[in-house]
């Protein structure tokens, strides 16, 4: 059902003739029109130099005149003018075309006198969203347009709808600034007889009405003033744009009482029937009133598809239930009136009641006419409480069948006629999704986590996924489950099923997979930001302007969401702490928040529920509702491990055994789809990880055989260079340069060129690459760590020199300046000024005390070196060259330890004892 869709046409949608027909009529504009013309279109340079729209009211017939003039001032407006489509519904009216004009250099072109007739074409615009309305278009091509033509359009429409029985009814919206017009008018009028009501909506002033020649007459010049903003959080009749609606109902109780003829149920399910057959089946099945409203929804719901017929009057008439359950289709009135005929025959009180689905609550301001609907459900009574039931919706069931939709406003159809009553909300008994995660730390704080995540849907949220259920490629499953999830836990599903409980009104997602970058860490300290239903809110709405002091704020939903996560936390995790609210039960903002939270020896449970539905705050309590989901948001848990094992301080057999189950869980990708060049990448990647460098070059090359890429044989580079094969990762560095051409895989080049005793060839490269700004700062810091390489180490410490002087307190080219001092000896009695400013300006930053540390080293000043490293490393303890310099140091101090920080600063970076030995740095 969309009764808006009749009640706000477009532009060129309707015509004005007597007799509906399916013929475009070309005659002269109806008697009644006064033209706004000022004879200046021609010399307009505004983009629209006229639009006047005229409106009658009369007979029970609605007749929209148009003439609307365009500028074509641009390659853009040629093509968009070049084919007019006017559009009108056959059986309500008619359309007519009175004029059609190309404006030219004075002369006038009149391209109906010239023979132009259109193309009739039916194009049902509605039809994916299973609407069918009948219109027919009139489509015009336009011959010979030119830039600077201004082309004219003249025509009428009329609209006689079958079902309003002579009444009337017109809504549109009103044109308003910043849009361009030179001459614009939007004009209404109607009889004075007439019981014609208007009203003007949103942010518009209502003109004067004024009576001519036993007319009322309503006058608005266009564009009006553009409305002033609105929060976009405001309950929806603020935020309402200028429109005004026009009609013959008296009040509400009149579109009630007319429109009740259609919606009766006596006599319309035939004794012994297929119908009469459905409700014995439901009372043979259960006594209960609810249970049996639960299972005609159903049946209504999933028996009878959707399809609205707008044709022969359908917009608003509905079709008998017996021909909607023998068709097996139907719009929204057909389901609802099909839905009601069963319950009444089951003895449930219910009614039908018409509601907008899209702003329900600008219905208590709108003008009572139809038109200010767009939906039909019905509404139950049973026990004394409400329920609205919408059959075209999916999924409902006896758990969820209490949840209330978000409408604000419902008008009953009754034969005695109704007012407006509202759809009052309750909270919901069953949550829409249930989450529970199973997820696996245990490898440790650098490693992925694994997860399992089981998730239920319920309600319309479960109907959403039957398609998905009904697959039977494993692969378009784990698609599915890997875009539904990356908003929730994210990173990579390798494994998912999913079905679907019809009886339930249940849907079911397990998936799989692997979550990244689960810690973040500081001093030693690996933290973990719980994510849950509680977690991560915020409530920040804008009253700032004095306009908006004293708009209340509108929740959404109805939502309830309820989680559990179960942790396994990371192996020998001995100083784990909890911090933040373990415990909520409590009203927010609108909102339910209920948390549990607890922390064992090896698991972590979060348990959580959040829950809202639709409702206004006043604007004098937001500051309180701000204040409740700031404290809750302070107070989101945080897991926190105190020293963790990290990922360089594990052996090779260690690591290669917590890896293993990530490793097994990406080959069910490549068993999934073989030749899929990402899931080979990915698992070279974990491999990688695990430090089986065979094995992930075996999966990179098979991932380049299917589709090479900059990115993998950059990969596989650095893999080579683990395993010492320095020749084949220079071939590749050269490769991925060769694909992408950019500075990353340029410095990656020039470093394998260098460390290959082509440190010349690697400098040139930098340079030809003609880089400036912030890029070329970084070339110049690429070069000046390559140039001791080729004895260029006072060319780089010039041209760093010379870029200081233009940014004095740029970090990376003080740092630079810094290292180069340090890894070359080169000015080595200017390095501790240097190297001092660096530390300072980059605020003790753990790379620049790295940089430091060496200068400190090659002045023999170790003691200095080593509290330099040890307050690097405490910020960043796997900073592979500070792990690197304190063993060498350690070493040379006849400290043993040292050897295990060679041993991290290699697991780190394989290469590493190559890279210090071109420094001439190498451990004893």
Known sequence: ???????????????????????????????????????????????????????????????????IAYWLDTTQTLQQAGTIQLAWLPDKGDLAVHRLEILRDGAVIDLLADGLRPEILRRERELERRSVDGVLTAAFAIPGLKIGDVLRVTSSSSLRDQALAGEM???????????????????????????????????????????????????????????????????????????????????????????????????????GGAIASEVARIEQATDVPLERAAMALRMVQDEVSYLLNGM?????????????????????????????????????????????????????????????????????????????????????????????????????????GADLIPVTQRWPQAPDRLLKVTYDMSAGVDMPALYTADIEFRGSMGARWRAEAAQDDPMIVVGAATKYLEDVIGGVVYDARITYDDEAGVARLVAEGMAFDQFEFDRGVASHYVTGATTNWSFQPDRARSAWREIPYRTGGPLTMAELWTYQLPENSDAVQLSGIDTLDELAAGTRFIRAAELGEETFEFRDSTSYVPTEIPAAELGDARR??????????????????????????????????????ASKLIELKSDMAAFHAFRGTLLTLARDYEDAIADLDRAIDLEGSAELYLLRGEAYNAMGEYDLALADAQTAFDLQGDFEYASNLALRLSLAGRADEALDLLDRLGLSGDEGVDVDTAWAEMSG????????????????????????????????????????????????????????????????????????????????????????????????????????????????????????????????????????
Request: proline letters at 7%; glycine letters at 8%; a negative charge.
């Open 169 to 271: 009814q017109f809504a549109e919206g009103i044109v308003a600034e910043p849009t361009k017009i030179g001459l614009g008018r939007l004009r209404l009028s109607w009889p004075e007889s007439a019981p014609i009501q208007w009203k003007t909506l949103g942010d518009v002033a209502a003109p004067e009405s004024w009576n001519e020649s036993g007319y009322t007459v309503l006058d608005f010049s266009l564009p009006v003033a553009e409305p002033d903003p609105m929060p976009e959080d405001a309950p929806g009749r603020f935020t309402v744009g200028p429109q005004i609606q026009v009609g013959s109902f008296t009040d509400w109780a009149h579109v009630s009482q007319s429109m009740s003829r259609y919606f009766t149920t006596e006599g319309t399910i035939a004794p």
């Open 789 to 924: 390489h080729a004895d260029r180490a006072a060319e780089a410490w010039d041209r760093l020199q010379v870029a200081l002087d233009r940014q004095p307190d740029d970090v990376s080219l003080l740092n630079s300046q810094c290292w180069t001092a340090g890894i070359w000896s080169y000015q080595l009695e200017l390095a501790e000024e240097v190297c001092d400013r660096a530390v300072a300006v980059s605020g003790n930053a753990p790379g620049v005390l790295d940089s430091r540390a060496l200068a400190y080293y090659r002045l023999g000043r170790k003691d200095e070196a080593m509290a330099d490293l040890e307050a690097a490393l405490a910020q960043e303890p796997g900073q592979a060259a500070s792990l690197f310099l304190r063993g060498l140091i350690r070493l040379e101090s006849g400290d043993k330890s040292g050897r295990e920080d060679l041993i991290y600063a290699r697991r780190i970076e394989p290469g590493i004892d190559r890279q210090y030995k071109g420094y001439g740095l190498v451990p004893r």
């Open 628 to 665: 409740a989901i700031r404290r809750i948001a302070s107070g989101d848990p945080v897991l926190r491990i105190e020293g963790p094992a990290r990922l360089w301080e594990l052996d090779d057999k260690t690591i290669a055994r917590r890896l293993q189950p990530h490793i097994d869980g």
């Open 1 to 67: 059902m969309s009764y808006r869709s009749l009640a706000a046409v477009p532009l060129f949608v309707l015509a004005a003739p007597v007799l509906a027909g399916e013929e475009v009529r070309y005659v002269e504009p109806p008697a009644w029109v006064e033209p706004l013309y000022d004879g200046g279109l021609a010399e307009s340079r505004d983009n629209i130099p006229l639009y006047d729209r005229q409106v009658r009211l009369e007979d029970g017939t609605v007749t929209r005149y148009t003439d």
């Open 312 to 416: 022969d009057g359908g917009n608003y008439l509905p079709q008998a239930p017996e021909l909607t359950w023998a068709n097996r289709y139907g719009d929204c009135k057909a389901k609802s009136l099909l839905l009601l005929a069963m319950l009444r025959a089951m003895g449930i009180e219910a009614e039908a009641v018409l509601v907008d689905s899209d702003n329900g609550d600008a219905v208590a301001i709108s003008q009572p006419i139809p038109g200010a609907f767009d939906h039909m459900i019905v509404r139950a009574q049973i026990a004394g409480t409400d329920y609205w039931l919408d059959g075209t919706n999916a999924g409902s069931r006896l758990a969820t069948i209490d949840e209330v939709p978000d409408f604000g406003w419902a008008l009953p159809i009754r034969s005695e």
